[in-house]
Nanobody, 126 residues
Framework: QVQLVESGGGLVQAGGSLRLSCAASGRTFSTYAMGWFRQAPGREREFVALIRHEGGSAYYTDSVKGRFTISKDDAKNTVYLQMNGLKPEDTAVYFC???????????????????WGQGTQVTVSS
């Protein structure tokens, strides 16, 4: 099993920044990529960003490109999501997820990720 713990959420004004962290433990060698998803009230969970363990290739949903950056610290088994230029529409619970397959087929689908954190709330005020 893989355990994921998110931190770093909070309340911020529009235009502000937050950095989310996701610490992984357990059988982390069984995972190949880490992703961030978010879920706003009344909406489905949506893909935000993903980073491969090998090589560090990163992928983003269009609405966050240029504002969010996903990164990793292998020594700490931690993945980060730096969020700049936050907008009220970024308000959501943000989840960290780990992918157990090397290929990135359907990487935007949450069902492709077997391991999930508990989520951290991000609220952006206007």
């Amino acid at each position: 099993q893989v355990q994921l713990v998110e931190s770093g959420g909070g309340l911020v004004q529009a235009g502000g920044s937050l950095r989310l962290s996701c610490a992984a433990s357990g059988r982390t060698f069984s995972t190949y990529a880490m992703g961030w998803f978010r879920q706003a009230p009344g909406r489905e969970r949506e893909f935000v960003a993903l980073i491969r363990h090998e090589g560090g290739s990163a992928y983003y949903t269009d609405s966050v490109k240029g504002r969010f950056t996903i990164s990793k610290d292998d020594a700490k088994n931690t993945v980060y999501l730096q969020m700049n230029g936050l907008k009220p529409e970024d308000t959501a619970v943000y989840f960290c997820a780990a992918r157990a397959t090397y290929t990135l087929t359907n990487y935007r689908r949450d069902r492709e990720y077997p391991y999930w954190g508990q989520g951290t709330q991000v609220t952006v005020s206007s």
